[in-house]
């Protein structure tokens, strides 16, 4: 379970980014992909913003979804650990402290 939802997860992160980086920007970034000439064009500059736009948002919700989910997932799993005081022995002598020679 945890693998699949951390694949869906890891393919979803790659998707969305190459989604930002296609829509339009003030750079140019990689908009000059897919953009028909006319007017009525499913992948016209108003449409391809749109769709691009949508699937940005659908990914991005999708991409918390499967974060929560592997956090929780994941919380579940661990196993508390237990601290190093609790586990170390306990003497039942003091430590010695070494003694300094006085100098005359």
Do not use: C, D
């Not at 693998?3 to 980014?17: D, E, N, Q, R």
């Not at 296609?22 to 016209?44: D, K, P, T, V």
């Not at 956090?71 to 650990?81: D, E, F, H, I, T």
Request: cysteine-free; charged content about 5%.
């Amino acid at each position: 379970m945890g693998s699949v939802l951390l694949v869906i997860h890891l393919m979803t992160a790659i998707f969305l980014v190459a989604l930002i980086l296609m829509q339009r920007s003030g750079g140019g970034a990689l908009n000059g992909l897919g953009g028909g000439s006319g007017a009525n064009s499913f992948l016209s500059a108003r449409g391809t913003g749109n769709l691009l736009t949508r699937l940005t948002a659908i990914l991005a919700t999708v991409f918390f979804i499967t974060s929560i989910a592997l956090s929780l997932y994941y919380k579940g799993a661990m196993r508390p650990s237990s601290s190093v005081v609790e586990t170390a022995p306990v003497s039942s002598q003091a430590p010695s402290v070494p003694t300094v020679p006085l100098g005359k």
